[in-house]
Structures are given as structure tokens and as C-alpha cells.
């Protein structure tokens, strides 16, 4: 098979699944119109989405005159696409390393629902290790910042590891516990032991030097650069290496792998920290641009990981495009809500229908009469099934 | 016995314990437990009737916010439609809070046959069918509200006044304080819990629920229809999670937030694994988990004497908010413990999270 035709069957059915919550969006968005437009526009959800496109591009396709007739023609800002795709992408850095945190725990058969608790403890070691070196020059901070970020990240995804791997707690139930107690915890230590004196509401110190460098544009970070070079890496480690040959074996053959003479134990354990290094960095991103890390400190890229992950079939590169898309709406759900009045949380909605037709692969196969390849990791199968196996 | 008190370490967990039987008898402690731990065990039970049957449920949560905020719309809006109806003196109903208790089960239901459609017909991953269901009603919940942004409301349900001798009784008045004072779906959840119980273990249909969720290929042969019963059971579980959801904006709120069920379908979900997949032990469960929430309440507005108040109000004056998290962390912690198989096991149903596919059909 070409490699067109390879990669045609791959991305099939998540672009269906795309376009499928698209549709879908504009019907919602239209039975809404009443609500947000006063009368029933069918016409809204085109405003809508190309003030979404716009928002992550710059690039405008429509002209609204101001008698409210749309005319179509395209008209390129460079310096406004940009500043637009600039945005897009720094949404999407964090995105990009949830999706890794998830797709590379698919692998090796693991679902890591953990990522929200993984992102906070990230972003929380990256602020207290930001605060303590401060005042260092800015390499050595920003290193500093990063690896503790990346380490905390990774500790809170080697206890769902170790727990799993030596007493069989299952991954999935332990994360989403681990998730609400790390918001619990840090709330309570923010507020306690690591608030700062002066500003109106509790948060951590400034972190001063460790602040991630701009790179380019207004807002290109460091971060950035950290997501991009994170991908290459991880399509090596799993696919070019022998422990990553190991993941996947024990992903799709957990006895087959032991019969081999590998470990699945440390293996998992070694997976769910990988998995949480990178959540972690994702959440050391979102700090170390904040510059500092406040009490509450609520944020959606950890759950939106798995949509990423299944959306780039759980293949680093797969997950490099999902996450730039979906950042991309992050990033233009504001001129949305601005231009065309609909709240932005019409981007959870989209983003979770397509998560839906995803998983209903089996029925858009039928519906589209399309072949593609399997969306769901063949490696999940054993995710689900041993749901039921916890301490058993 | 005040000299059990001044004994090393066990004096603490004395004084606890009489601090406990004080608080029971004479605060609101045990009442509040209950009313908190309603919402869990309606979902524990939803949890309870999906995993039994073998379908894995992480969307409880989402399952209870999309009933919460369909059952305040719809009373909201029949409430505007008849203005002038009065609150019987039952319970403060009105025909606003039925109809809107019967929205928000609808509501749990429709939610439910989405995640059955997904986990048994499409045969979709059923942890990833639960994501969908908990990103979808947050976004679409979330959505809605900011675009319809409903002004009005339509009041909660009462607590029903058990008469005051009853609560006064010598030793058993808590008991009857702890189950009497409550709103309509806090008393119903006891009676909920007992006959589920009873009919999980006890019928026909109990027995075949079993078996399907242990081996559901045993059950096919001996003439049960293993997708049909699958389906009408979680369809059913969502009547709980819609009575979980209706009591959120109809009996303990009177409003919709965004993202207002917090976690509570998580903790469910805790208390199912807690409870060993039974409705009781589901239950206990849920009554612990929020034992320590509202012993936490209890402890802030009336401090133990003694030592161990001494101990408490130092630590919670040097570390509050830490204090105050703790006892809602608890459950979080207690499930990673129970799951670990440090304290006893818990054994899922055997086919939970498999598909079934009938013999002979692809």
C-alpha cells in the first residue's frame, strides 16, 4: 500500500468524525439562534465557524456587509495570520503533550485518565521550583523549573504505575481518584503553606527568571518549542527503540511480553510515569507562562488529552496535528463568541461529539461506507476488560 | 470513663468517640450525613445497575449534570407557565418540582441509552463512551446555560418535620431525626437502596442481571437475551442518576451552576468499588464518604472539648484550608486504598467492560 493510501486510511474516519461534529455544532447552533440571535438564523453557524477559523488563522473567507449579507471572498492579513496561528499554536503546545500523555499509555494498554492531576502536580513543582530560583540567570532557572515540572509530572503518574503494576489497581479508577485528590491537596498547601503576602488572592511567588522565554510573536514560547521537540522524541522512543518494541508488546500482548522475558511491571510503571512526565510538562507550560500558580487553578487540557489522543490515533505525529486542531479552536472560540455571539463553550460541545463519533467508528464505517483502519487502539481492548480486575 | 481520655494515643480516638456520640445525639450530624450522601449513593446505585449488568459507567457524573440541569429548565419553566399555584404543605411540592423530578429522570435516562447504544450495540470502548458522556454534558450543560441564562427558579422541595417526641426519644431519636427530617429523594434513596438490594440478590431478574455481567455467554445459552437485559438496565440506571441530578437544583439547590455536580459522579463511582458492587455495601459507602464531609461541617461550628479539641483547633488555625480538604479528600484516598487491596478486596463482575458479541453473528 502507498504511503498516501496508508496515510488516507488512518485519517479517514477522524476527519469524518470531525466533520460529523461540525454538522452536528451548526444543527445546535441553529436550534439555538432563538436564544442568542433572537430569531431562528440558519445562517449563524457559518458566521460562527468562519470566525473560528478566523480567530485561528487570521484568514477570513466572509465579508459581512452592514446591511448582513455575507459575500464570500478571501482576505489575507499576514500580519494578523501570525499573530492568529501564533496563538494557535502556543494553544496547542499543552494540548499536544496531554495527547502524548494519554496515546503513549494506549501502547502499552494503559488508559490514563490521569492527566488533570498530573498537569496540576506538573505546573505545581514547576511554580514552587520557578519561586526558588528566581533570581538565577535565566537559563539555569528555566531549566530548573522545567525538569521539576517534568518530575512531578512524572511521580504522579509513577503512583497509578506502581499501583497497578504491584497490586493491580486498576489505572482508570486510581487516576480519576488521583485527579480530584491532587486539586484538593494543592489547594490546601497554596493556601496554607505557599501563599505569598500581598496580592488580593492566594498564589505562589513569582517565578521571576523561570519564566519561559518568548521566542516569537507575542506570546511563542519556549513551551512551544518543548511540545514540538517532545513529538519527535516520542515517535522514537516507541517505535525505534527496544524498550519502546517493549511497550508495544506489552500493550498488545501482556503474557506473549512476559513469556519473552520482559517485565510487564516495571514496564507500566515506567509507562504511567512517561505519561506523566509529559502531562506534567504540559502543566509546567501553562505555569511557567502564568508566572505563578494560584489556589485554584482549574483547567481542561488533561481531559481534552484523550480527545486528542484518539483524534491522532494515539501515533505521536496523529497526536502533533489533533492537538494544533483543537488548539486551533481554543484558540478561536473568542473572536467566536465576540463576532458571533455564541458562548464558547459550543468548543467543549464539538470537541466531545467528536470524541463521540469516534468511538462510534463502527457506526459512521456503516453510515459512510468507508474502510479505514480501527480508530479505538487495538491495545484498549485489554484496558476496558481488565476494568474488572482490580485487586482481584 | 474520663480516664480513658488521659490515656496516650487511644485517649484521642476515645475522645473521638465521645465527641461523635454527642454529636449524633444532639447535632444535626447524622441528618446531614444522609442528605450529602444522597446524590453519591443515587449514582452508586446507577454505577451499581451498569456494572452488574457489565457495562463499565465513568459517566455517572455526566449522566447527573445533564439530569440536573434539564430538571431545573423544566420546572423553571413550568413554573413561569402557573404562577399562582401554592406549595403543598407535603413536602413544599408543586407541580413545577414533579414535573421538573420527571424531566431530570427522563434526562438520566435518555443520557443512559447513549452510553448503552455506544458500549452494547456500537460496542465501543465503554470507558471512552463514559468520557464522551462526561465532556458532552459539561460542554452542552455549560453551553445552554450561558444562552438561555434563566432568571427565575422554582424553589426546592421541603424537609419533612418528624413530630418532636420522636426526635426526642432516649437513644434511638437520632435515628428517626436521621432518616424523618429530609427532602423526598433523600427519604426515597433508603427505600431505594433496600429494594434494589433485594431484587439484585433475591429475583429472577436479579439473578440474570448477575449473570450476564459474570458470563454472559453462560447466560445466552440458557435463553437470557443478554443485549436486551443489558440495555434496560443501564437505561434504568439512569432513573438514578437522574434522581441524583434533580436533587442537586431541586431539593438542595434551588439553581444551576456550570460543572455543579463537582466531582460527585466520581465519588459514586468510588463508592460502587467501595461497596463492593452491592447496593448496601454502595451505600455504606457513600454514608462514610460523606460522614467525614459533614463531621468536618460539625467539627468547625462546635469543636470537641478536651485534648483532642485542643489538637484540632491548633491544627486547623496553622493549616486551614489543608483541614478543611482533608475531610473531602477522604474518599478519594480511602477508594485508592480499598482498590490497592490493603483493607479486604473488591471483585467486579467478571464481564464488566467486555462487549458481547452473540455466537454465530459478527
Same mark, same amino acid.
Given at each position: 500500500?502507498?504511503?498516501?493510501?496508508?496515510?488516507?486510511?488512518?485519517? =479517514?474516519?477522524?476527519?469524518?468524525?470531525?466533520?460529523?461534529?461540525?454538522?452536528?455544532?451548526?444543527?445546535?447552533?441553529?436550534?439555538?439562534?432563538?436564544?442568542?440571535?433572537?430569531?431562528?438564523?440558519?445562517?449563524?453557524?457559518?458566521?460562527?465557524?468562519?470566525?473560528?477559523?478566523?480567530?485561528?488563522?487570521?484568514?477570513?473567507?466572509?465579508?459581512?456587509?452592514?446591511?448582513?449579507?455575507?459575500?464570500?471572498?478571501?482576505?489575507?492579513?499576514?500580519?494578523?495570520?501570525?499573530?492568529?496561528?501564533?496563538?494557535?499554536?502556543?494553544?496547542?503546545?499543552?494540548?499536544?503533550?496531554?495527547?502524548?500523555?494519554?496515546?503513549?499509555?494506549?501502547?502499552?494498554?494503559?488508559?490514563?485518565?490521569?492527566?488533570?492531576?498530573? =498537569?496540576l502536580v506538573g505546573g505545581f513543582f514547576a511554580a514552587l521550583a520557578g519561586a526558588a530560583v528566581a533570581d538565577q540567570p535565566v537559563p539555569v532557572a528555566v531549566t530548573l523549573a522545567v525538569l521539576a515540572g517534568a518530575f512531578g509530572g512524572a511521580l504522579y503518574g509513577f503512583i497509578p504505575g506502581a499501583l497497578k503494576a504491584f497490586t493491580g489497581a486498576?489505572?482508570?479508577?486510581?487516576?480519576?481518584?488521583?485527579?480530584?485528590?491532587?486539586?484538593?491537596?494543592?489547594?490546601?498547601? =497554596?493556601?496554607?503553606?505557599?501563599?505569598?503576602?500581598?496580592?488580593?488572592?492566594?498564589?505562589?511567588?513569582?517565578?521571576?527568571?523561570?519564566?519561559?522565554?518568548?521566542?516569537?510573536?507575542?506570546?511563542?514560547?519556549?513551551?512551544?518549542?518543548?511540545?514540538?521537540?517532545?513529538?519527535?522524541?516520542?515517535?522514537?522512543?516507541?517505535?525505534?527503540?527496544?524498550?519502546?518494541?517493549?511497550?508495544?508488546?506489552?500493550?498488545?500482548?501482556?503474557?506473549?511480553?512476559?513469556?519473552?522475558?520482559?517485565?510487564?511491571?516495571?514496564?507500566?510503571?515506567?509507562?504511567?510515569?512517561?505519561?506523566?512526565?509529559?502531562?506534567?510538562?504540559?502543566?509546567?507550560?501553562?505555569?511557567?507562562?502564568?508566572?505563578?500558580?494560584?489556589?485554584?487553578?482549574?483547567?481542561?487540557?488533561?481531559?481534552?488529552?484523550?480527545?486528542?489522543?484518539?483524534?491522532?490515533?494515539?501515533?505521536?505525529?496523529?497526536?502533533?496535528?489533533?492537538?494544533?486542531?483543537?488548539g486551533g479552536m481554543r484558540a478561536g472560540a473568542p473572536a467566536m463568541q465576540i463576532q458571533a455571539d455564541i458562548p464558547i463553550e459550543i468548543i467543549d460541545v464539538i470537541q466531545g461529539l467528536i470524541l463521540l463519533f469516534l468511538a462510534a467508528e463502527l457506526v459512521i464505517r456503516r453510515l459512510l461506507r468507508i474502510r479505514g483502519e480501527s480508530v479505538t487502539?487495538?491495545?484498549?481492548?485489554? =484496558?476496558?476488560?481488565?476494568?474488572?480486575?482490580?485487586?482481584? | 470513663?474520663?480516664?480513658?481520655?488521659?490515656?496516650?494515643?487511644?485517649?484521642?480516638?476515645?475522645?473521638?468517640?465521645?465527641?461523635?456520640?454527642?454529636?449524633?445525639?444532639?447535632?444535626?450530624?447524622?441528618?446531614?450525613?444522609?442528605?450529602?450522601?444522597?446524590?453519591?449513593?443515587?449514582?452508586?446505585?446507577?454505577?451499581?445497575?451498569?456494572?452488574?449488568?457489565?457495562?463499565?459507567?465513568?459517566?455517572?457524573?455526566?449522566?447527573?449534570?445533564?439530569?440536573?440541569?434539564?430538571?431545573?429548565?423544566?420546572?423553571?419553566?413550568?413554573?413561569?407557565?402557573?404562577?399562582?399555584?401554592?406549595?403543598?404543605?407535603?413536602?413544599?411540592?408543586?407541580?413545577?418540582?414533579?414535573?421538573?423530578?420527571?424531566?431530570?429522570?427522563?434526562?438520566?435516562?435518555?443520557?443512559?441509552?447513549?452510553?448503552?447504544?455506544?458500549?452494547?450495540?456500537?460496542?465501543?470502548?465503554?470507558?471512552?463512551?463514559?468520557?464522551?458522556?462526561?465532556?458532552?454534558?459539561?460542554?452542552?450543560? /455549560?453551553?445552554?446555560?450561558?444562552?438561555?441564562?434563566?432568571?427565575?427558579?422554582?424553589?426546592?422541595?421541603?424537609?419533612?418535620?418528624?413530630?418532636?417526641?420522636?426526635?426526642?426519644?432516649?437513644?434511638?431519636?437520632?435515628?428517626?431525626?436521621?432518616?424523618?427530617?429530609?427532602?423526598?429523594?433523600?427519604?426515597?434513596?433508603?427505600?431505594?437502596?433496600?429494594?434494589?438490594?433485594?431484587?439484585?440478590?433475591?429475583?429472577?431478574?436479579?439473578?440474570?442481571?448477575?449473570?450476564?455481567?459474570?458470563?454472559?455467554?453462560?447466560?445466552?445459552?440458557?435463553?437470557?437475551?443478554?443485549?436486551?437485559?443489558?440495555?434496560?438496565?443501564?437505561?434504568?440506571?439512569?432513573?438514578?442518576?437522574?434522581?441524583?441530578?434533580?436533587?442537586?437544583?431541586?431539593?438542595?439547590?434551588?439553581?444551576?451552576?456550570? /460543572?455543579?455536580?463537582?466531582?460527585?459522579?466520581?465519588?459514586?463511582?468510588?463508592?460502587?468499588?467501595f461497596g463492593r458492587w452491592t447496593p448496601l455495601g454502595a451505600f455504606g459507602g457513600a454514608l462514610l464518604f460523606m460522614f467525614s464531609e459533614a463531621l468536618g461541617v460539625a467539627i468547625r461550628s462546635n469543636p470537641p472539648a478536651g485534648e483532642l479539641g485542643v489538637w484540632l483547633s491548633g491544627v486547623q488555625s496553622t493549616y486551614p484550608s489543608l483541614y478543611?480538604?482533608?475531610?473531602?479528600?477522604?474518599?478519594?484516598?480511602?477508594?485508592?486504598?480499598?482498590?490497592?487491596?490493603?483493607?479486604?478486596?473488591?471483585?467486579?463482575?467478571?464481564?464488566?467492560?467486555?462487549?458481547?458479541?452473540?455466537?454465530?453473528?459478527?
Amino acid at each position: 500500500m502507498s504511503v498516501v493510501r496508508r496515510i488516507w486510511s488512518l485519517s =479517514v474516519i477522524p476527519l469524518a468524525s470531525i466533520v460529523l461534529a461540525l454538522l452536528v455544532g451548526s444543527i445546535l447552533i441553529i436550534a439555538s439562534s432563538p436564544a442568542s440571535q433572537g430569531s431562528l438564523d440558519f445562517f449563524l453557524p457559518i458566521r460562527a465557524y468562519e470566525s473560528l477559523f478566523e480567530g485561528a488563522t487570521g484568514l477570513s473567507f466572509l465579508n459581512i456587509e452592514d446591511d448582513g449579507v455575507l459575500a464570500f471572498g478571501l482576505s489575507v492579513d499576514v500580519e494578523r495570520a501570525l499573530r492568529a496561528l501564533t496563538s494557535t499554536i502556543v494553544a496547542a503546545a499543552p494540548l499536544i503533550l496531554t495527547g502524548l500523555a494519554v496515546g503513549v499509555g494506549f501502547k502499552a494498554g494503559l488508559f490514563n485518565i490521569g492527566g488533570t492531576g498530573q =498537569v496540576l502536580v506538573g505546573g505545581f513543582f514547576a511554580a514552587l521550583a520557578g519561586a526558588a530560583v528566581a533570581d538565577q540567570p535565566v537559563p539555569v532557572a528555566v531549566t530548573l523549573a522545567v525538569l521539576a515540572g517534568a518530575f512531578g509530572g512524572a511521580l504522579y503518574g509513577f503512583i497509578p504505575g506502581a499501583l497497578k503494576a504491584f497490586t493491580g489497581a486498576h489505572e482508570v479508577v486510581v487516576t480519576i481518584m488521583l485527579n480530584s485528590l491532587a486539586a484538593f491537596a494543592i489547594v490546601g498547601l =497554596v493556601n496554607d503553606v505557599f501563599k505569598i503576602p500581598g496580592p488580593t488572592f492566594a498564589r505562589t511567588g513569582n517565578i521571576g527568571n523561570a519564566a519561559l522565554p518568548i521566542l516569537f510573536g507575542r506570546d511563542g514560547s519556549l513551551g512551544v518549542l518543548i511540545a514540538l521537540a517532545i513529538v519527535p522524541i516520542a515517535y522514537f522512543l516507541i517505535y525505534r527503540t527496544t524498550l519502546g518494541f517493549e511497550i508495544r508488546t506489552v500493550g498488545a500482548n501482556p503474557s506473549a511480553a512476559r513469556y519473552a522475558g520482559m517485565s510487564p511491571r516495571w514496564l507500566i510503571v515506567f509507562t504511567l510515569s512517561l505519561c506523566g512526565l509529559f502531562a506534567g510538562l504540559a502543566g509546567t507550560i501553562e505555569i511557567l507562562t502564568l508566572g505563578y500558580y494560584p489556589a485554584v487553578f482549574g483547567t481542561t487540557i488533561g481531559f481534552a488529552g484523550i480527545t486528542v489522543a484518539l483524534l491522532g490515533r494515539s501515533h505521536p505525529f496523529g497526536i502533533l496535528f489533533a492537538g494544533i486542531l483543537l488548539g486551533g479552536m481554543r484558540a478561536g472560540a473568542p473572536a467566536m463568541q465576540i463576532q458571533a455571539d455564541i458562548p464558547i463553550e459550543i468548543i467543549d460541545v464539538i470537541q466531545g461529539l467528536i470524541l463521540l463519533f469516534l468511538a462510534a467508528e463502527l457506526v459512521i464505517r456503516r453510515l459512510l461506507r468507508i474502510r479505514g483502519e480501527s480508530v479505538t487502539p487495538g491495545e484498549l481492548q485489554s =484496558v476496558s476488560r481488565s476494568y474488572g480486575e482490580g485487586s482481584a | 470513663m474520663e480516664f480513658l481520655y488521659d490515656l496516650p494515643v487511644l485517649g484521642f480516638i476515645f475522645q473521638l468517640a465521645g465527641y461523635l456520640v454527642g454529636a449524633v445525639a444532639t447535632t444535626n450530624l447524622a441528618p446531614q450525613t444522609l442528605q450529602l450522601a444522597t446524590p453519591i449513593a443515587l449514582g452508586a446505585l446507577c454505577g451499581v445497575m451498569n456494572e452488574r449488568s457489565g457495562i463499565v459507567n465513568i459517566g455517572i457524573e455526566g449522566m447527573m449534570l445533564t439530569a440536573a440541569f434539564a430538571g431545573f429548565m423544566v420546572a423553571v419553566f413550568v413554573d413561569e407557565a402557573m404562577p399562582d399555584v401554592q406549595p403543598s404543605a407535603f413536602f413544599g411540592f408543586t407541580p413545577a418540582l414533579i414535573i421538573g423530578v420527571l424531566a431530570a429522570v427522563a434526562a438520566g435516562m435518555l443520557v443512559s441509552l447513549l452510553h448503552a447504544w455506544l458500549s452494547i450495540s456500537v460496542r465501543a470502548d465503554q470507558i471512552i463512551s463514559g468520557t464522551v458522556i462526561n465532556i458532552i454534558a459539561l460542554g452542552l450543560t /455549560g453551553y445552554l446555560n450561558r444562552l438561555i441564562r434563566p432568571s427565575g427558579s422554582a424553589g426546592t422541595f421541603n424537609s419533612f418535620r418528624p413530630p418532636q417526641e420522636l426526635i426526642d426519644l432516649p437513644v434511638v431519636g437520632w435515628i428517626f431525626r436521621m432518616f424523618l427530617s429530609l427532602g423526598p429523594i433523600s427519604m426515597s434513596v433508603i427505600v431505594l437502596v433496600i429494594v434494589l438490594q433485594v431484587l439484585l440478590f433475591r429475583s429472577r431478574w436479579g439473578l440474570r442481571t448477575r449473570a450476564v455481567g459474570e458470563h454472559p455467554r453462560a447466560a445466552d445459552t440458557v435463553g437470557i437475551d443478554v443485549i436486551w437485559l443489558r440495555y434496560r438496565n443501564v437505561v434504568l440506571g439512569g432513573v438514578f442518576a437522574g434522581l441524583a441530578g434533580a436533587w442537586l437544583t431541586l431539593e438542595f439547590n434551588a439553581s444551576f451552576q456550570n /460543572g455543579m455536580t463537582a466531582n460527585r459522579g466520581f465519588i459514586a463511582l468510588a463508592a460502587v468499588i467501595f461497596g463492593r458492587w452491592t447496593p448496601l455495601g454502595a451505600f455504606g459507602g457513600a454514608l462514610l464518604f460523606m460522614f467525614s464531609e459533614a463531621l468536618g461541617v460539625a467539627i468547625r461550628s462546635n469543636p470537641p472539648a478536651g485534648e483532642l479539641g485542643v489538637w484540632l483547633s491548633g491544627v486547623q488555625s496553622t493549616y486551614p484550608s489543608l483541614y478543611n480538604n482533608a475531610f473531602s479528600a477522604l474518599p478519594y484516598i480511602l477508594t485508592i486504598i480499598v482498590l490497592a487491596g490493603v483493607v479486604g478486596r473488591s471483585i467486579a463482575p467478571a464481564a464488566v467492560g467486555q462487549p458481547y458479541v452473540k455466537e454465530g453473528t459478527t
